[in-house]
């Protein structure tokens, strides 16, 4: 259990868990938009600087956070093999780093590459650590609101990923246990070789996926039993208001894409 | 008043081999009621039906004959099922099967959003929910940090939330040691005196419906009995039968009845030990 909670929300009532839901989705957006579209190296710097920033405000692990950047090593090593020598014009200096040969601007852009993909990602797991996902369920499900009328499933679709973030810590666990279970008869996972250890992995699939099918199969009841009828008449668990922080908020991403643009 | 007329039941499952849809009933013609406040233990070996019983009694199944009534609204009536569900809640075996939300506060609050609880006063309900049962956890600590016991106290304080006039307990103590199943009847007893409604308490242990103002005996998906406790206690044959095991200290006055020993019937631990100390 110690070991995957750290991968979810726990809240600590810092400022970031105070943003209104519905901004910080649209914040991310625009801020993802804006480093997507950035091809400036100082500009995309100051923006994961800028995330590593909120990452201390919000109080943070660091072990977290050098743990999901580590965990992106095996990317940004491929992007800078895959950036060295290609994009070379005549008479550009070239730069050696052991074995690999970049032109200045295969570096830039391989750089640019990694930052992007580590930006998307600690933007990601900003915002799942610093909201509970009942609450961005809400915001989500208030910023979809409009899609109801074309009759799309809003909130079935946002209630299923809620329950499916909820179950989350109790289906590792229960692949622990199938593991052990089988560990003590002699079969499953820890055998050596790929392969082998591969085949162990199939017969963890059908004890998940029946123990799965009678949790959701309970859960439904329960939640019938507790009045759940979708979501007609109910009422939203908190009252969201944008306040004037979360506005100065989004002035502050719409400028930071602007900023984008002009460089 | 919950009352239940003829009621039957059937569950359906498709049969592999004959490809043919197979019903198997599992309650016969069933017919009881259960008044307000009242305290009825549901007894009888697994399988007996008395889950499925339960699961009647809401409206969650639907009876194939018969019918049940909750405050005189029919189960089949779908109209009143929001109203029925609301007052019929049940609190089962598995705590985390049970819990939507991901802290003690969200999942308290799923019940009450469900039934358009005023938003302003949900905070204050929370509060009063976690103080009924005696939760020793603030509103924002994750399910998954809670022991056991303290899961089980939530999933009484969601229900209990929703202040629900008949509260269904199925096996809810299963799961529990001895003395978080203690801790958890005493909190029961307890939220019950300071806010009234009926009890209908599944379980194989006795000693936990000894107070109960009705046993109700299931059996083969039939109500083989129906009566005050002590009417069974004087019955050893029929407990043995149904796979019922009365407390040892039971067990010991009925046993010392029988060989003339003036003692009561409903000999506690402490008149048993008094009893014993008077021999010495
Ligand atoms: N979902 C289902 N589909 C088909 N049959 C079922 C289903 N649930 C229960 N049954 C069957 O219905 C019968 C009664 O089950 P029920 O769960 O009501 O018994 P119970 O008295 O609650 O038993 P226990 O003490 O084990 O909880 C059993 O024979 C069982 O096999
Ligand atoms: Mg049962």
């Known amino acids: ?263 | 008043m919950l009352d239940i007329r003829n009621a039957s039941f059937s569950y359906t499952d498709w049969e592999d081999e004959e490809d043919t849809l197979h019903t198997s009933r599992v309650l016969h013609q069933v017919t009881a009621s259960i008044a307000a406040n009242e305290f009825v233990a549901l007894l009888g070996r697994n399988g007996s039906g008395k889950s499925s019983f339960t699961r009647l009694l809401n409206g969650i199944e639907l009876p194939s004959e018969g019918t049940v009534q909750v405050e005189g609204r029919f189960t089949h009536d779908s109209p009143s099922l929001p109203l029925i569900r609301r007052a019929v809640q049940i609190v089962f075996q598995n705590p985390e099967n049970q819990q939507v939300g991901m802290t003690v506060g969200e999942d308290i609050a799923f019940g009450l959003s469900n039934i358009g609880y005023p938003q302003q006063q949900m905070q204050e309900r929370i509060a009063w929910a976690i103080d009924l049962v005696g939760l020793d956890a603030d509103e924002d600590r994750p399910v998954t940090r809670l022991s056991g016991g303290e899961k089980q106290k939530l999933a009484l304080a969601s229900v209990l939330a929703l202040s629900p006039k008949y509260l269904i307990l199925d096996e809810a103590t299963s799961m529990l040691d001895p003395l978080a199943r203690k801790q958890f009847v005493a909190t029961l007893h307890e939220a019950r005196k300071r806010h009234p409604f009926a009890l209908i308490y599944i379980t194989h242990h006795l000693e936990e419906v000894l107070e109960a103002d009705r046993w109700v005996l299931f059996r083969e998906g039939r109500i083989h009995l129906d009566g005050p406790p002590a009417q069974f206690l004087n019955n050893e044959a029929l407990l043995a039968e149904c796979g019922l095991e009365l407390p040892y200290y039971h067990a010991l006055a009925l046993a010392l009845q029988a060989k003339g020993v003036s003692v009561p019937a409903s000999l506690g631990i402490e008149e048993l030990r008094d009893l014993l100390c008077r021999f010495n």
């Open chain 1, 1 to 263: 259990m110690a070991n995957n909670s750290f991968l979810l929300f726990q809240k600590q009532n810092t400022w970031l868990e105070q943003w209104d839901p519905r901004m910080k989705i649209t914040v991310s957006l625009i801020f993802a938009a804006s480093l997507l579209l950035n091809h400036n190296l100082i500009l995309k710097t100051a923006q994961i600087v800028l995330l590593i920033a909120l990452w201390w405000v919000a109080k943070l692990s660091w072990r977290a956070l050098v743990f999901t950047l580590l965990s992106l090593t095996i990317f940004f090593i491929s992007t800078m093999i895959y950036r060295s020598m290609l994009i070379t014009n005549p008479g550009d200096t070239l730069i050696h780093l052991g074995a690999l040969t970049y032109s200045q601007q295969g570096a830039i852009d391989g750089i640019l590459m990694c930052e992007q993909i580590a930006g998307i990602v600690l933007l990601l797991s900003l915002v799942v650590r610093t909201t509970s996902p009942i609450i961005l369920a809400e915001g989500l499900e208030m910023i979809l609101k409009p899609f109801k009328k074309l009759r799309l499933p809003v909130h079935e679709m946002v209630m299923m990923f809620t329950i499916a973030l909820r179950f989350l810590p109790i289906l590792i666990e229960e692949v622990d246990k199938i593991r052990k279970a089988q560990m003590a008869r002699g079969g499953g996972f820890h055998r050596k070789g790929i392969s082998s250890r591969f085949r162990g992995v199939f017969p963890m699939l059908m004890p998940l996926f029946v123990l799965s099918i009678l949790r959701a199969k309970e859960l439904a009841v329960a939640m019938e039993s507790r009045c759940y009828q979708g979501d007609e008449g109910r009422t939203p668990i908190r009252l969201y208001q944008m306040h004037r922080r979360d506005y100065s908020v989004l002035a502050f991403s719409a400028i930071n894409l602007l900023l984008v643009f002009i460089v």
